[in-house]
């Protein structure tokens, strides 16, 4: 059993919720890239292209590349020195075709400049600095960087969101800033050094923006000349009466769900259909904050990636190393499988995710907890998927529209379902099935009538045998 918090109408529910059942991941360490403390490793990711290349921000060390081609044994095969762009740190990277798009800049305990550079990766093995860009003025660091068509969204911690013209990868151009007020959450004498751009998703022009102490906001960017803040939050029950908001450090985007990772407040969903009235819908909180301490507390939840196929939230939590969260139910997140510990003195920093493998960064550190290895962590993990004869069922499936008013279409590119017992059911947030599941006739699409549905979330169920692919939709 765990306590899931909820506030409705300015009051506060504990509701004593049953702990979800959970694949069994098999979480399994691969290799070790071990660095040193004078060259922190902050964050990584793989190539989206699909080659073997891990790229590791490095922070003081640069950007380090790996090949990967054998897991077990990772060949680091080119660096790009902090001298390629001003001497400033590697703290995050990205990447977007051929380019990485690096934040650079310390935002740690000796601050520097914040900025941008890009990185031509057509040859993993032989990068090459296309370019740079340092926000005038700034002062705190780079915290993040997504980039989405011909702009780059950088978040430059104190100095906020900078928007970039990365039309040209040899001549980046500034377009906008937009630093959100300090004056959200409404606490006493609010303390600028406490309000960070740091983490960050980019939809259709739109920033979800993890503002550190300053909570979370939405900024309108279709007008790239001046975004617009249209929605905020910040958990009443850290400020109120506490006057202490904990720091919204990453957060995942899925439909009308916004996913954060809260430091040592753990993980709360969010409902974000309303920009105007943000919602709280679900709220993974296993140390009781805000009664914990930030020095005391086992999770410091910082980067954050979702399975979508297994329901599965992954973060990196500090000296916990990583927890995995079931959101099956987004109204009762419930931790559901782990790796590493409180007992090993080590405490993560970056995670990542590509097919069934994961990358956890290591950070040195002292305070809020105490860890003297940097480095990379590779492990693999059982995904959710279905026998052979099932697996091409759940191929490319699309299911539209959403939201939807009165009929719910399933398309799946291979038709092998034609040949298996496929069936189909609807339930609610709360886990409650809507619809008895039937067998799906053959034909090329399956159309499912929703219109006895309230307006509301719900979860599409598709079933072969013993295996089960859930689709989350909104009925209007």
Known sequence: MKTVVFIIGGLFYQLNLCSQTCNNLNITHQADIASVCSGIAMTMIHDDLSRPYLYVANKEAGLKIYDITTITSPILVATVPTTAFDTLHVMNVSQTG????????NSFTNPQKGGMAIIDVTNPSAPSVTDY????????????VKVEGNYAYLGAMGSGLVVLDVTSKSNIQFVSQFVPSINYPPITNPNPNYYNARGMDVKNSIVY?????GGFRIINCTNKLAPKETGRWCNPVMYTPLDHPKAYNNIVVDGNLAYIAVDYAGMEVL???DTSNITLTGWWNPYNAPNNNWFSSQVHANEIHLDKNCNHIFMSTGKSDMMVVDVTNPTQPDSCNFYGGVSNGLGTWGIGLYQNQIYLTYICSVIPFA?????VKILTYTPCTTGLGESAVFDNIK??????DCELTVEMENKNWISLDLKISVSNVLGQNCKSPYTVPSSDKIV???????????FLHLSVNDKTLTRKFIKD
């Not at 051929?98 to 800049?105: E, H, P, R, S, T």
């Not at 299911?399 to 939807?404: H, Y």
């Open 133 to 144: 860009y340092v926000v005038p003025g700034s002062h705190s660091g780079g915290g993040i």
């Open 399 to 404: 299911v539209f529209p959403t939201p939807a």
């Open 448 to 458: 499912v009538d929703i219109s006895s549905l309230n307006s509301g979330i719900y």
């Open 209 to 213: 923006l993890c503002y550190d102490g």
């Open 271 to 273: 409902n974000i259909s």
């Open 98 to 105: 051929n380019y990485l798009y690096l934040a650079v800049g």
């Open 371 to 375: 860890s003297n290895w940097t480095g």
